[in-house]
């Protein structure tokens, strides 16, 4: 499947608001075609936003380009290879054994192994929250012992009708620390939690003081932790959620599980909460998930298996049967039902009318099921054969709700007959997406059991067992080509390298 | 075609970018992760002339960390000094190195010296750090400097405790005043005019020594002279070694 863009429907936003077909179906050929840019724009999106970051010390990309570390072999003038890169190269350490390199790619770093980092130390962690504090108006004091130094994660909830912003000021020191007696100067952080949802500290910290929080009203909670897993929702900062109906607006988009299936939500308001906009389900039931910093990658975990996927919402497939000829005299709108939960998703299939549904003398609704079987949807939700006379009702199109078995795209299509009895037709595909992992990682020796899996301040990656947090290293068996110096650059360290 | 000359390299990454402007090359091998730490030690650690500058600036351009040795305390407030060879400690006077009958440095480990200070009855010591030769401790004092540091009103509250009350200094005349029982706050008669900055030393107690993976003395310390001469009046090995090698890389010591 091809990715959809989060900057897409920023795009499609831009038609008017009366536009409700372009504004509100994520995938007509307004979309397709908007969605071609998009990708372009939030690549460069990313690139400034890496560019950004790496001019302060606290916000510097350290996971990309292979950690800054690669392993050079440089080739003999006589070995002919194309400007574009050799077809194979493979890696040895014993010149028996071999494995096949692939091409690293910085946005999407998938890895092929992972290994407990030596050059970390295995620290014990009981628990990865630090503080939950209640708020009743007053001023709380907490403080925290940190396993590791890190950055200081917090969660804010319950703030229900109070206007006042949160005010979260940390003291302690900053990582690393400088030892000389009297140059250790405590340092103090301010944070400004003006709505609910994730918040984190620029600084790392060695050790914290004391963290002051004020105006934390009666009802409201305000949770600390040194790593996001141990919230509900994983935040995805780098591709906020824009809703159809906002122009211009961004929504804070997180990831969660529910139940057995993954979720990406944003956060509506504080009496909407958090309402649910993409579903997918996992090769396995997972226990939680961890965005990977800087890249479009994040992983994913149950107790012994960790899963490398690309986290950017997929196009569905069989969109050139998107194509109209004719404008239909309604036209559909499928999308995932918000209020559903558990293992079977549901979708909410909406008619709107276009200008002649006055003509519209009969309707009927055909699923093409991802394994292209065609059947006939009635509006009581049963599914019946498909025929050229079944199915047809009289009257204004009726909305349903419909369970999604398989995984896929499924193409939906409301068909009228119009006065003089001809058909048009509106098909909208929607995809009942899965979990891709583009890799699989089996922890089974190295970890007994994985409750929690995250990313320190400096982007390295730890796991945490319930008791013990252990240092992770990803290998990736990649490599890049430079052409100007015919240098094949590896990601990991192998003796021999065959270059074809 | 199989090649088996396979180079480690460092590729030019963000952090490198920010390694420019904080004056530090990433060192081969070493980690964006890991340069990001010692840019952050960069610009928090003192870099100046001064002997903790120059001590700060060798361990980050060459990737290395100083760490605490041990703690010191007492139910009193002490003095600690700690210099070239010696640890001052109140009126006790440690020795860190001891001369072979071969006029060569015999450094003790920084564990013998936490044990001698627990001897002395007065004070607890404790280890902290990995143990290693007592010539990594770095010169030290727990009597430290705060210089001009402003304050206003009549009742002044200090940045740091444990004033010694006879180091007050003024940039300009200041009413009478009285040091309080935290050695912290100072009573003043009148308030202090606008502008008015205080210098004073102050004791950190208790005290956390720090040692340093390289060891750095000058050749013009005072108490080089007690102990680089062996029991003949020659110089003793390392130090003949160290100037050995000073004058072959330094051949400005040969002109005319």
């Given amino acids: 499947m091809t990715a959809r863009s989060h900057l897409t429907q920023e795009l499609l936003n831009y038609f008017d608001e009366t536009d409700t077909r372009t504004r509100e179906c994520p995938n007509t050929l307004e979309a397709q075609l908007l969605n071609s840019a998009a990708l372009a724009f939030e690549e460069s999106d990313a690139r400034i936003s890496r560019e950004i970051d790496g001019r302060t010390l606290a916000r510097v990309p350290a996971n990309l380009d292979n950690r800054g570390v690669w392993y050079g072999v440089q080739l003999p003038p006589g070995l002919a290879i194309a400007d574009s890169g050799p077809q194979t190269v493979r890696g040895s350490n014993d010149g028996?054994?071999?494995?096949?390199?692939?091409?690293?790619?910085?946005?999407?770093?998938?890895?092929?192994?992972?290994?407990?980092?030596?050059?970390?130390?295995?620290?014990?962690?009981?628990?990865?929250?630090?503080?939950?504090?209640?708020?009743?108006?007053?001023?709380?004091?907490?403080?925290?012992?940190?396993?590791?130094?890190?950055?200081?994660?917090?969660?804010?909830?319950?703030?229900?009708?109070?206007?006042?912003?949160?005010?979260?000021?940390?003291?302690?020191?900053?990582?690393?620390?400088?030892?000389?007696?009297?140059?250790?100067?405590?340092?103090?952080?301010?944070?400004?939690?003006?709505?609910?949802?994730?918040?984190?500290?620029?600084?790392?910290?060695?050790?914290?003081?004391?963290?002051?929080?004020?105006?934390?009203?009666?009802?409201?909670?305000?949770?600390?932790?040194?790593?996001?897993?141990?919230?509900?929702?994983?935040?995805?900062?780098?591709?906020?959620?824009?809703?159809?109906?906002?122009?211009?607006?961004?929504?804070?988009?997180?990831?969660?599980?529910?139940?057995?299936?993954?979720?990406?939500?944003?956060?509506?308001?504080?009496?909407?909460?958090?309402?649910?906009?993409?579903?997918?389900?996992?090769?396995?039931?997972?226990?939680?998930?961890?965005?990977?910093?800087?890249?479009?990658?994040?992983?994913?975990?149950?107790?012994?298996?960790?899963?490398?996927?690309?986290?950017?919402?997929?196009?569905?497939?069989?969109?050139?049967?998107?194509?109209?000829?004719?404008?239909?005299?309604?036209?559909?709108?499928?999308?995932?039902?918000?209020?559903?939960?558990?293992?079977?998703?549901?979708?909410?299939?909406?008619?709107?009318?276009?200008?002649?549904?006055?003509?519209?003398?009969?309707?009927?609704?055909?699923?093409?099921?991802?394994?292209?079987?065609?059947?006939?949807?009635?509006?009581?939700?049963?599914?019946?054969?498909?025929?050229?006379?079944?199915?047809?009702?009289?009257?204004?199109?009726?909305?349903?709700?419909?369970?999604?078995?398989?995984?896929?795209?499924?193409?939906?299509?409301?068909?009228?007959?119009?006065?003089?009895?001809?058909?048009?037709?509106?098909?909208?595909?929607?995809?009942?997406?899965?979990?891709?992992?583009?890799?699989?990682?089996?922890?089974?020796?190295?970890?007994?059991?994985?409750?929690?899996?995250?990313?320190?301040?400096?982007?390295?990656?730890?796991?945490?067992?319930?008791?013990?947090?252990?240092?992770?290293?990803?290998?990736?068996?990649?490599?890049?080509?430079?052409?100007?110096?015919?240098?094949?650059?590896?990601?990991?360290?192998?003796?021999?390298?065959?270059?074809? | 075609m199989i090649l088996d000359v396979v180079t480690q390299t460092n590729s030019t990454t963000y952090a490198d970018l920010l390694g420019v402007q904080v004056g530090l090359d990433r060192l081969p091998g070493e980690t964006a992760a890991d340069f990001i730490d010692r840019m952050h030690l960069a610009v928090t650690a003192g870099r100046g002339a001064e002997y903790t500058g120059l001590i700060n600036e060798l361990n980050l351009q060459f990737g290395l960390s100083l760490n605490q040795a041990f703690e010191v305390s007492s139910v009193d407030d002490f003095e600690l000094t700690i210099g070239f060879g010696s640890l001052k400690l109140g009126n006790a006077v440690i020795e860190l190195v001891t001369l072979t009958s071969d006029d060569f440095w015999a450094w003790k480990q920084i564990s013998a010296v936490v044990d001698e200070i627990n001897a002395l009855g007065d004070y607890t010591a404790v280890l902290l750090g990995a143990d290693g030769p007592a010539l990594t401790l770095a010169r030290q004092s727990n009597t430290l400097l705060v210089s001009a540091e402003p304050i206003e009103g009549r009742v002044v509250r200090l940045q740091k405790g444990r004033m010694l009350a006879a180091s007050a200094s003024f940039n300009q005349a200041v009413s009478g005043y009285m040091l309080g029982p935290d050695g912290r706050t100072l009573h003043f008669e009148s308030p202090v005019p606008d502008g008015t900055e205080i210098t004073y030393r102050y004791r950190v107690c208790p005290f956390r020594a720090v040692a340093s993976p390289i060891a750095c003395f000058s050749l013009l310390d005072p108490a080089l002279h007690s102990k680089a001469l062996g029991s003949n009046g020659k110089l003793i090995y390392q130090v003949r070694e160290y100037l050995d090698e000073l004058l072959e890389r330094d051949r400005s010591y040969w002109a005319k």
């Fill in chain 1, 96 to 500: 028996t054994n071999w494995t096949s390199l692939r091409p690293y790619d910085d946005w999407l770093p998938v890895p092929s192994g992972v290994a407990v980092d030596a050059t970390r130390a295995v620290v014990p962690f009981s628990s990865p929250t630090l503080f939950t504090l209640a708020g009743d108006g007053t001023p709380k004091t907490a403080t925290a012992a940190l396993a590791i130094p890190g950055v200081l994660h917090f969660w804010l909830e319950g703030m229900a009708e109070s206007q006042d912003h949160v005010s979260v000021v940390v003291r302690g020191h900053k990582h690393p620390r400088v030892f000389w007696a009297g140059d250790d100067v405590a340092w103090t952080e301010t944070l400004d939690l003006a709505e609910e949802g994730y918040y984190k500290t620029a600084t790392t910290w060695a050790e914290i003081d004391t963290v002051e929080v004020n105006e934390l009203p009666a009802g409201a909670t305000l949770k600390a932790a040194l790593f996001p897993f141990a919230f509900d929702y994983e935040n995805d900062p780098s591709r906020p959620y824009i809703h159809p109906a906002y122009r211009d607006a961004r929504f804070r988009r997180y990831w969660t599980i529910d139940d057995l299936l993954v979720k990406e939500v944003f956060f509506v308001s504080r009496y909407g909460g958090y309402e649910t906009f993409q579903c997918y389900a996992p090769p396995r039931p997972v226990s939680g998930l961890a965005v990977e910093p800087n890249t479009r990658g994040m992983l994913l975990w149950d107790s012994t298996t960790l899963y490398y996927a690309d986290r950017r919402e997929p196009m569905p497939d069989k969109l050139d049967r998107t194509v109209l000829i004719k404008e239909p005299l309604y036209g559909i709108a499928v999308s995932l039902d918000p209020f559903r939960s558990g293992e079977v998703r549901f979708v909410n299939i909406a008619p709107f009318a276009f200008d002649g549904s006055a003509q519209m003398t009969q309707y009927r609704y055909l699923v093409e099921t991802p394994d292209g079987d065609t059947k006939i949807l009635t509006p009581e939700g049963r599914v019946l054969e498909l025929s050229g006379a079944v199915g047809w009702r009289r009257g204004a199109p009726k909305g349903l709700s419909f369970p999604l078995i398989a995984t896929g795209t499924y193409l939906f299509t409301l068909e009228c007959i119009g006065a003089q009895g001809e058909i048009t037709r509106d098909v909208f595909p929607f995809a009942n997406a899965d979990v891709a992992p583009l890799a699989t990682l089996d922890l089974t020796g190295l970890i007994p059991e994985v409750q929690g899996v995250g990313f320190d301040s400096r982007q390295r990656l730890w796991a945490w067992t319930g008791s013990f947090l252990v240092p992770l290293k990803f290998r990736y068996d990649g490599y890049v080509w430079d052409a100007d110096s015919r240098t094949v650059y590896l990601t990991d360290a192998y003796s021999k390298v065959e270059v074809l």
